[in-house]
């Protein structure tokens, strides 16, 4: 798992490298709304989090590009709860240093559409109860052994180019059990609806 991250890693730096001045560079923000599903996709336990990180396109063709990226992404699901005690939701986050490897397909100008595979690999997991007025309860620190520590799956979207960055949305579909150790995930695989914004530099 070490050896395919770091050489998807170094597969992006050397791609930054050796296309300096042909490529463009730059960072990205995004918003998660991601969930942890086992058959279908819905989103009745959908929670926030986010991304940030780095980007990099190379042109290859007129309309084609490749763009690997370096992101921290948070996931996780939520499972609400009500009982005589009060009412609130356990929100499971599950922290990753992602790389997807993107083609994009521009048409015209500005637009573009974007597909390709990532892979991921966790960093934390912890579970924070919430009570229904937004008061953190507490925060606890899940078990990493109970967790595939490599995540997999495919990415697809689609942006737009502006003067100085990028913006879209995208939609990234885990193909690997997140925690098949754990009583309240099993079975469960990633999935993230994301939207985002980058800036060149």
Known sequence: MRRTILFFAVLCVFSLKATAQESQSGIRGALNLSNLYVDDVD??????????????????????????EINYSLKGSQINYNSFLGNGKYRFNLSYIEIPVLANFHVGESLYFSAGPYVAALIAAKVKDVDGDGTVNSVRELDRDDFNTFDYGVAAGVGFDFSGGTAGVRYNYGLNEVAPNNDGLENGKNSVLQFFVGFAF
């Not at 009745?44 to 063709?61: C, L, S, T």
């Open 43 to 68: 989103d009745e336990n959908m929670k926030p989090g986010f991304a940030v990180g780095f980007y990099f396109r190379k042109n290859i063709a007129d309309v084609v590009s490749i763009q690997p």
